[in-house]
């Protein structure tokens, strides 16, 4: 059951969703640090998944979905497309890998990978590789610092919350003596 519950939240990331699957990660283990290395196990496999799904859309489809993608996904425009096409072209693994480990966005890699055909086996393992490092990084942290990473969390929210209100106040008043 818990699987299921799980699994399909990082799945169509890699695809369509602009929110990355550590917010939920994060939670799960705020909630549960216990549990925080089942979380990333599942997390993982379906973000790899997800990637795969983008691989197939990238190999399969895109010249039917390339518009639609270029207009209504964040983070997916041909200028970003020729960028990454020489990142492969370079780099081969280390750029899927490094799409999957940081907070660049790994939906426009797993896409363009399937475009430009790059091996599927290496795509797989350098996803595999890339994601799970990232989310047992995150596991790993609320699993052996639970309260304290918890508390450092909340005060990084509360000071961007706190500049983002202050922000918006001060614009607000400097349009009003405008």
């Known amino acids: 059951m ?6 399909f939240w990082p799945l169509p990331k890699p695809v ?4 990355p699957p550590d917010v939920l ?3 799960l283990a705020l909630a ?15 973000s ?7 691989y197939a859309i990238g190999w399969g489809f895109w010249g039917a979905v390339e518009p639609y993608f ?21 780099y081969g693994f280390w750029t899927v890998f490094a799409a999957g480990f940081t907070p660049i966005p790994y939906k426009i890699f797993t896409i363009s990978a399937g475009v430009f055909q790059i091996s599927l086996p290496v795509f797989i393992v350098a996803s595999l590789i890339g994601r799970s490092l990232r989310f047992f990084l995150v596991a790993a942290t609320f699993y052996y610092f639970g309260n304290s990473a918890r508390n ?9 919350y706190s ?16």
């Open 70 to 90: 270029y207009q209504y996904v964040p983070g997916v425009n041909a200028t970003g497309f020729e960028h990454v096409r020489m990142l492969f072209e370079q």
């Open 48 to 54: 790899v998944a997800g990637g795969i799904l983008g």
């Open 152 to 160: 450092l969390i909340e005060n990084i929210l509360i000071c961007f």
């Open 16 to 19: 369509f969703f602009p929110v």
């Open 2 to 7: 818990e699987l299921r519950r799980y699994f």
């Open 25 to 27: 990660l994060m939670a």
């Open 163 to 178: 500049s983002a209100r202050c922000y918006y106040h001060c614009d607000s008043l400097n349009q009003a003596l405008a």
């Open 32 to 46: 549960a640090p216990a549990r925080s290395y089942r979380f990333a196990l599942i997390t993982s496999v379906g």
